[in-house]
Protein backbone atom coordinates (compact mmCIF):
# COMPACT_ATOMS: atom_id res chain seq x y z
CA UNK A 1 0.00 0.00 0.00
CA UNK A 2 1.36 3.21 -0.88
CA UNK A 3 2.04 6.47 1.70
CA UNK A 4 -0.88 8.33 0.11
CA UNK A 5 -3.27 4.90 0.33
CA UNK A 6 -2.59 4.41 3.70
CA UNK A 7 -3.21 8.07 4.49
CA UNK A 8 -6.43 8.04 3.02
CA UNK A 9 -7.66 4.70 4.84
CA UNK A 10 -6.47 6.18 8.40
CA UNK A 11 -8.96 8.69 7.94
CA UNK A 12 -11.65 6.74 6.73
CA UNK A 13 -11.37 4.47 9.64
CA UNK A 14 -10.94 7.96 12.17
CA UNK A 15 -14.28 9.02 10.61
CA UNK A 16 -15.90 5.55 11.04
CA UNK A 17 -15.10 6.11 15.10
CA UNK A 18 -16.43 9.24 14.90
CA UNK A 19 -19.44 7.99 13.27
CA UNK A 20 -19.92 4.75 16.00
CA UNK A 21 -19.18 7.42 19.06
CA UNK A 22 -22.09 9.92 17.68
CA UNK A 23 -24.44 6.76 17.33
CA UNK A 24 -23.26 5.59 20.66
CA UNK A 25 -24.13 9.03 22.08
CA UNK A 26 -27.47 8.81 20.47
CA UNK A 27 -28.43 5.73 21.91
CA UNK A 28 -27.74 6.08 25.72
CA UNK A 29 -29.44 9.58 25.11
CA UNK A 30 -32.84 7.33 23.61
CA UNK A 31 -32.58 4.85 26.14
CA UNK A 32 -32.57 7.49 28.59
CA UNK A 33 -35.63 9.59 27.61
CA UNK A 34 -37.44 6.25 27.23
CA UNK A 35 -36.95 5.24 30.37
CA UNK A 36 -38.09 8.68 31.58
CA UNK A 37 -41.27 8.57 29.47
CA UNK A 38 -42.00 4.98 30.55
CA UNK A 39 -41.77 6.09 34.28
CA UNK A 40 -44.08 8.85 33.72
CA UNK A 41 -46.60 7.03 31.98
CA UNK A 42 -46.54 4.59 35.04
CA UNK A 43 -47.14 7.43 37.61
CA UNK A 44 -43.62 6.96 38.88
CA UNK A 45 -41.92 10.13 38.71
CA UNK A 46 -43.73 13.68 38.08
CA UNK A 47 -43.49 15.84 34.51
CA UNK A 48 -40.74 17.50 36.66
CA UNK A 49 -38.94 14.82 37.30
CA UNK A 50 -39.52 13.58 33.31
CA UNK A 51 -38.38 17.13 32.37
CA UNK A 52 -35.41 17.01 34.25
CA UNK A 53 -34.71 13.47 32.54
CA UNK A 54 -35.00 15.24 29.19
CA UNK A 55 -32.73 18.12 29.86
CA UNK A 56 -29.90 15.63 31.29
CA UNK A 57 -30.07 13.63 28.60
CA UNK A 58 -29.33 16.44 25.84
CA UNK A 59 -26.43 17.40 27.83
CA UNK A 60 -24.84 14.20 28.03
CA UNK A 61 -25.15 13.97 24.49
CA UNK A 62 -23.96 16.81 23.63
CA UNK A 63 -21.07 16.44 25.82
CA UNK A 64 -20.44 12.96 23.58
CA UNK A 65 -20.55 15.04 20.72
CA UNK A 66 -17.76 16.95 21.85
CA UNK A 67 -15.86 14.51 23.36
CA UNK A 68 -16.23 11.95 19.92
CA UNK A 69 -15.51 15.17 17.46
CA UNK A 70 -12.12 16.25 19.61
CA UNK A 71 -10.95 12.61 19.27
CA UNK A 72 -11.58 12.66 15.92
CA UNK A 73 -9.20 15.74 15.51
CA UNK A 74 -6.93 14.53 17.61
CA UNK A 75 -6.36 11.38 15.14
CA UNK A 76 -6.39 13.66 11.93
CA UNK A 77 -3.29 15.63 13.72
CA UNK A 78 -1.44 12.18 14.62
CA UNK A 79 -2.05 10.74 11.27
CA UNK A 80 -1.31 13.63 9.47
CA UNK A 81 1.98 14.48 10.95
CA UNK A 82 2.43 10.51 10.55
CA UNK A 83 2.47 10.49 7.14
CA UNK A 84 4.51 13.78 6.40
CA UNK A 85 0.92 16.08 5.82
CA UNK A 86 0.37 19.24 7.14
CA UNK A 87 -0.95 19.35 10.06
CA UNK A 88 -3.77 21.62 9.41
CA UNK A 89 -5.86 19.82 12.37
CA UNK A 90 -7.03 21.26 15.30
CA UNK A 91 -6.18 18.22 17.33
CA UNK A 92 -3.32 17.49 19.92
CA UNK A 93 -1.37 14.69 17.65
CA UNK A 94 0.37 14.00 21.23
CA UNK A 95 -2.83 13.11 22.66
CA UNK A 96 -2.53 9.26 23.91
CA UNK A 97 -5.46 7.67 21.83
CA UNK A 98 -4.38 9.26 18.64
CA UNK A 99 -0.50 7.73 19.31
CA UNK A 100 -2.40 4.44 20.08
CA UNK A 101 -4.48 4.60 17.10
CA UNK A 102 -1.51 5.67 14.75
CA UNK A 103 0.29 2.30 16.16
CA UNK A 104 -2.67 0.03 15.95
CA UNK A 105 -4.99 1.28 13.10
CA UNK A 106 -3.01 3.78 10.63
CA UNK A 107 0.14 2.35 10.66
CA UNK A 108 0.48 -0.73 12.66
CA UNK A 109 4.00 -1.98 10.63
CA UNK A 110 5.54 1.13 11.00
CA UNK A 111 6.03 1.33 7.92
CA UNK A 112 5.67 5.16 7.20
CA UNK A 113 6.62 6.32 10.52
CA UNK A 114 8.76 9.66 10.38
CA UNK A 115 12.71 9.38 10.59
CA UNK A 116 13.53 10.26 14.28
CA UNK A 117 15.62 13.50 14.63
CA UNK A 118 18.91 13.34 16.52
CA UNK A 119 18.70 15.47 19.14
CA UNK A 120 20.94 17.99 20.16
CA UNK A 121 24.38 17.63 21.98
CA UNK A 122 23.30 20.31 24.66
CA UNK A 123 22.23 23.60 25.07
CA UNK A 124 23.97 26.47 23.97
CA UNK A 125 24.72 29.15 26.26
CA UNK A 126 27.00 32.24 26.76
CA UNK A 127 30.06 32.69 28.58
CA UNK A 128 32.43 35.69 29.52
CA UNK A 129 36.00 34.61 30.26
CA UNK A 130 38.25 37.41 31.32
CA UNK A 131 35.92 39.65 29.27
CA UNK A 132 36.11 37.10 26.16
CA UNK A 133 32.52 36.13 25.24
CA UNK A 134 32.55 33.04 23.35
CA UNK A 135 29.87 30.47 22.50
CA UNK A 136 29.38 26.55 23.39
CA UNK A 137 27.20 23.63 24.53
CA UNK A 138 26.83 22.11 27.82
CA UNK A 139 25.27 18.82 28.84
CA UNK A 140 22.57 18.09 31.58
CA UNK A 141 25.67 18.75 34.37
CA UNK A 142 26.35 21.90 32.92
CA UNK A 143 30.07 21.07 31.76
CA UNK A 144 31.08 22.01 28.60
CA UNK A 145 30.94 19.55 25.96
CA UNK A 146 34.43 18.77 24.20
CA UNK A 147 33.34 18.29 20.77
CA UNK A 148 31.30 21.43 20.23
CA UNK A 149 29.58 21.72 17.18
CA UNK A 150 29.88 25.49 17.16
CA UNK A 151 32.14 27.19 14.28
CA UNK A 152 35.19 28.99 15.21
CA UNK A 153 33.50 31.86 13.90
CA UNK A 154 30.45 31.89 16.50
CA UNK A 155 27.84 32.40 14.20
CA UNK A 156 27.52 29.95 11.40
CA UNK A 157 25.30 27.09 14.03
CA UNK A 158 22.62 28.92 15.17
CA UNK A 159 19.13 27.02 15.25
CA UNK A 160 17.79 29.24 11.91
CA UNK A 161 19.13 31.45 8.56
CA UNK A 162 17.58 34.49 10.15
CA UNK A 163 19.26 33.63 13.87
CA UNK A 164 22.76 33.69 12.36
CA UNK A 165 22.26 36.87 10.42
CA UNK A 166 20.76 39.13 13.60
CA UNK A 167 23.37 37.62 15.22
CA UNK A 168 26.25 38.50 13.09
CA UNK A 169 24.75 41.75 12.57
CA UNK A 170 24.73 42.26 15.99
CA UNK A 171 28.12 41.08 16.25
CA UNK A 172 29.22 43.30 13.76
CA UNK A 173 27.63 46.08 15.50
CA UNK A 174 29.32 45.90 18.47
CA UNK A 175 32.73 45.28 16.96
CA UNK A 176 33.10 42.05 18.22
CA UNK A 177 35.06 39.18 16.15
CA UNK A 178 35.89 41.34 13.04
CA UNK A 179 39.35 41.75 11.35
CA UNK A 180 40.55 44.76 9.41
CA UNK A 181 41.49 43.68 5.53
CA UNK A 182 45.02 44.39 4.89
CA UNK A 183 44.14 45.74 1.69
CA UNK A 184 41.59 48.05 2.94
CA UNK A 185 42.61 51.83 3.80
CA UNK A 186 42.73 53.34 7.37
CA UNK A 187 40.25 54.64 8.24
CA UNK A 188 39.99 58.76 7.66
CA UNK A 189 40.58 61.00 10.47
CA UNK A 190 37.69 62.63 12.38
CA UNK A 191 36.42 66.16 10.94
CA UNK A 192 37.71 68.60 13.35
CA UNK A 193 34.72 71.23 14.40
CA UNK A 194 35.17 74.45 12.57
CA UNK A 195 36.84 77.37 14.78
CA UNK A 196 34.68 79.06 16.92
CA UNK A 197 34.61 83.08 16.70
CA UNK A 198 34.79 85.20 19.32
CA UNK A 199 33.86 88.67 20.06
CA UNK A 200 37.07 90.47 20.79
CA UNK A 201 36.34 93.18 23.68
CA UNK A 202 35.88 97.07 22.65
CA UNK A 203 39.10 99.02 22.43
CA UNK A 204 39.33 102.68 23.91
CA UNK A 205 39.78 105.21 21.62
CA UNK A 206 42.78 107.93 22.79
CA UNK A 207 40.63 111.21 24.42
CA UNK A 208 42.45 113.44 22.05
CA UNK A 209 41.33 111.42 19.03
CA UNK A 210 37.52 111.48 19.99
CA UNK A 211 37.73 115.05 20.37
CA UNK A 212 39.54 115.77 16.47
CA UNK A 213 36.37 114.19 15.62
CA UNK A 214 33.98 116.14 17.47
CA UNK A 215 35.28 119.42 16.16
CA UNK A 216 35.40 117.67 12.53
CA UNK A 217 31.42 116.90 12.78
CA UNK A 218 30.93 120.62 14.19
CA UNK A 219 32.71 122.08 11.67
CA UNK A 220 30.73 120.37 8.86
CA UNK A 221 27.19 120.94 10.47
CA UNK A 222 28.36 125.41 10.84
CA UNK A 223 28.86 124.92 6.70
CA UNK A 224 26.08 123.28 6.02
CA UNK A 225 24.13 125.77 7.80
Known amino acids: MARNEAYTAARLASEELLRRDIQAADAIAGATIASADAAWR ?3 CAAAEKDAAYAMAADNRAAAYAEA ?4 RDRLAAIQRH ?22 VADPKGQ ?9 IGAVVAIDYNGIKRQVRVDAR ?9 ADDGWSRRGTFAGDAE ?12 KSDPDEPPPAPPIPPPPMIRA ?10 LAD ?7 AETNLR
Open 42 to 44: KRN
Open 200 to 209: EPHQNHPAGL
Open 69 to 72: EQRH
Open 167 to 178: AFMAAKRAGVGL
Open 112 to 120: FAPVPVEAP
Open 213 to 219: CRRGMAR
Open 83 to 104: FGQQVTSHGSPDAGHAQAFVET
Open 142 to 150: GRVVAESPI
